[in-house]
Nanobody, 124 residues
């Protein structure tokens, strides 16, 4: 059974940086797409970034392109989201998710496995 555990969320000032981690277990993830999503209070969950595990292909939401970087560590079975130049509008609960498909998709409905989320709060 797939398990995803996020960590690294905290309070950070606008313009600062932080890195979120997602520890993945229970499967061999070489055929998976791993995604980061976020949900701000009172809003719908939205796509942030995704990476194809086997070749490192990435995709980003326009709102974070150039500021956030998704990466993975095969040896540690982990996925990361490096967040730079954060803004107050980045405040949300961030979720790690896994999709058993070969093309990166951005819809939350296609991701079968989810972590519990980690809170990121950006102060102005």
């Amino acid at each position: 059974q797939v398990q995803l555990v996020e960590s690294g969320g905290r309070l950070v000032q606008a313009g600062g940086s932080l890195r979120l981690s997602c520890a993945a277990s229970g499967r061999t993830f070489s055929s998976y797409i791993m995604g980061w999503f976020r949900q701000a209070s009172g809003k719908e969950r939205e796509f942030v970034a995704a990476i194809r595990w086997n070749d490192g292909t990435t995709d980003y939401a326009d709102t974070v392109k150039g500021r956030f970087t998704i990466s993975r560590d095969n040896a540690k079975n982990a996925v990361y989201l490096q967040m730079n130049s954060v803004k107050p509008e980045d405040t949300a609960v961030y979720y790690c998710a896994a999709d058993r498909f070969y093309i990166i998709r951005k819809s939350i409905r296609v991701y079968e496995n989810w972590g519990q989320g980690t809170q990121v709060t950006v102060s102005s």
